[in-house]
C-alpha cells in the first residue's frame, strides 16, 4: 500500500497523472532491488536520456536562431550532463521515491548524483511513454 501512495505522491509532485503507474515505478526501481520478477529503470534510463537530448536539442535550437552548431553544443552539453540531472532530481525531491537494494539503501546511494541522475532520465522516458513528447518536455 505504502508503494502505491509514494508512487501517487510523487506523481503528484512531477505533475502527471499517469495512466499506466508500472512505468513509474519501473523508472523509479534502481537495478539493485531483487526480485523473481524484478524490472528496474534501464531500459527507461536509455529512452529518457534521447528524449532529454532531444527536447533540449530542440529548446536551444529554437530559444537562439541565430547560433551555430559550435554555439550550440557546449550549451547542450551543459545542460544534459550528470550534475544538472543530478541538481534536477534533488530540486524535485526524487531521492526519497527510488526504490533500492539493501546494500545500497545502506550505503547512501540516494545522494549518488549517478544514481539520481539515471533515475531522472528514467522518469522522463516514463513521462514520454505515459503521455506523449509534449508530457515529457
Same mark, same amino acid.
Given at each position: ?6 508512487? @501517487? ?18 523508472? /523509479? ?14 531500459? *527507461?534510463?536509455?529512452?529518457?536520456? @534521447? ?8 529548446? *536551444? ?48 546511494? @540516494?545522494?549518488?548524483?549517478?544514481? /539520481? ?9 516514463? /513521462? ?10
Amino acid at each position: 500500500m505504502k508503494q502505491a501512495a509514494d508512487l @501517487r505522491a510523487f506523481a503528484a509532485r512531477i505533475g502527471h497523472d499517469f495512466t499506466r503507474p508500472a512505468l513509474l515505478k519501473d523508472a /523509479l526501481t534502481h537495478p539493485s532491488v531483487m526480485s523473481a520478477n524484478r524490472v528496474d529503470n534501464q531500459r *527507461l534510463e536509455f529512452l529518457g536520456d @534521447r528524449v532529454l537530448g532531444l527536447v533540449m536539442a530542440q529548446a *536551444l535550437f529554437d530559444a537562439d536562431p541565430q547560433a551555430s552548431e559550435g554555439q550550440l553544443a557546449p550549451r547542450f552539453n551543459a545542460l544534459v550532463r550528470q550534475e544538472t540531472l543530478a541538481e534536477i532530481a534533488v530540486e524535485i525531491g526524487l531521492a526519497p521515491f527510488i526504490r533500492l537494494g539493501g546494500a545500497e539503501e545502506e550505503g547512501g546511494a @540516494r545522494e549518488n548524483p549517478a544514481i /539520481l541522475s539515471d533515475v531522472c532520465e528514467a522518469v522522463i522516458a516514463a /513521462l514520454y511513454e505515459d503521455g506523449g513528447l509534449d508530457v515529457a518536455r
